[in-house]
């Protein structure tokens, strides 16, 4: 009998640990291989070929806590304070160079926990769409035969094409956990790029299509929890901005009328309460100060306004208004205005190098007017391949060590001079370059490999250990007029700037778009809170205008991200 029992407990224990073992599996357990080898190659994740489904899975394992529960682990000390800063975390205790501390703190206010990671992607369709413009909706619809009722809003478009997603897949023979590129199909190269440039993702370099997809389906996710975080951002200032509205309303009635307020609305107010506890009680009952109950009291306190107070609060909510059009007009027509400006100063060399890059034919003309002409309508195109501006940001020790290996005798001495100057290298390794593209054969295959294993090597940093030189330098192959009296970071911004219009088509801002909404929601708060103190009837209408400046600044969020 007790030997009975003990196999009844061990075979209770091994259930239990099947049952474990099943509940415990990964979203990734359930995908195809070829959505795992997919993953793996998006994340830049080698794994063995041949391979078999548990290699596969097990190279997932390993990666999927750096790569999407904590994908922050990869940024730089400048991406990694931009997001403090959308957070509203101070970071001015912790040094720029301290990447550990700063990966501590984002850590502590990322978006999600690691389940909720995990959740996300066992429901690719609730968020993937999160971040396509309104245009890219409709072309994704119409190309999948979705029909989508007329206005077609983009919350209509988002539900249509949400509950449609698997079946599209399906229909087309993909996957749908880890699409494959078929759900970008409708995008141009250019939107593709244009959409890392919006979310400040600099594009491959260089690149391809696939690449271009790569990379926007690996940053999918962290752009729509950024799209949702703004979006309860802009809530929280109008909610802040009616709360604000409703305490300035309060401080302008008189002892009279709260009583009289609190008695409409049935709150009971102690016999010979002074003034400092009559507000006590209105605040705390202050959600009625714009619910319908109080339609008397507001109709009431209305009448008493003067026409001078209506009209002023008037002027408020007008400034206000027209502060949030101001404030909100499309960000990408004035980051346009500001690389034309850039390629206006630009060398017929420089432009021509940019338009080569992206395989884009030259203007045989080779006139400024058809150059600029050409580039601007390329801005968003991604670049394709090497040239010889690629050493423009190379360190001094980068350009030595290319030199040595470039396989040219001339190079290779100019690499030797001690006493050679940052300018003489890179002129060397443009002459080495150019000739080896020529050439053409082994010898341009060992230098475009060579490329591709030095090009990160230009990273933001690089720029902080040039010498004001060699930075003006810089900014002067450009057509930069540098402003008299600009400090070592000012040249610096300068030369960032410049090296990523060239290379990106875009400076790749971070949190222009929070720092926008951010300034928007305080100047209406401002106005809002001034224009309350004339009554109730500009409250109950200037809460009204704070929600929707909510509801516009929200979806206004969801097409610019």
Known sequence: MKFLSQLLVLGLAAEATVASSWFSKSVYNKWHETELERWLSDHNVPYPTPYDRAQL????????QAKV??????????QLSAYLKQKGVETKDTAADNTEGLVAQVKKYWYETEDKAEDAWSNVRDWIFDSWSESQLKAFADKHGIPVPQPRARDTLLQKVRSNYESVAQKAGETAAYPGNW???????SDLKEWLDSHGIPAPQPTTRDKLIASVRRNARTASLKA?????????SAAAAAETLSDKLLDSWSDSQIKEWADKNGIKVPQGSRRNELLAIARKHRAQLTGDNVSYSAKSAASKASGSGASAFGAATSRAGNEYAKATDDAALKAEDLFNKAIGTWSESRLKAYLDARGVPVPQSGKKDELLAAVRLNRHKAATGWSAWTFDTWTVDNLRAYLASSGNKAAEKAGKQADATREQLISAAQDAYASASKTGG???????????KQTDAAKDSIFDTWSESELK??????????????TKNQLVA?????????????????GTLWAKLANTFEYIKTQLSFGCSFRTQGATY????????????????????
Do not use: C, M
Not at 228 to 236: N, R, Y
Not at 442 to 452: E, N, P, Q, R
Not at 473 to 486: A, E, R
């Open 57 to 64: 899975e097990t190279a997932v394992k390993e990666n999927w």
């Open 69 to 78: 529960s904590q994908p922050y682990g990869d940024w730089d000390s400048a």
């Open 183 to 189: 759900i970008y199909q409708s995008w141009s190269e």
């Open 228 to 236: 949702a975080d703004l979006q309860a951002s802009a809530s929280k």
């Open 442 to 452: 082994v010898g341009f295959a060992s230098v475009t490999s060579y490329l591709a």
């Open 473 to 486: 330098n810089y900014l002067d192959s450009y057509g930069f007029d540098v402003p008299q009296g600009s």
């Open 494 to 510: 300068y030369a960032r700037n410049s090296r990523n219009y060239f290379q990106y088509g875009t400076t790749t801002p971070q």
């Open 542 to 561: 200037a809460s009204h205008r704070a929600g929707e400046a909510a509801q516009k600044a929200g979806d206004r969020i969801k097409e610019e991200l």
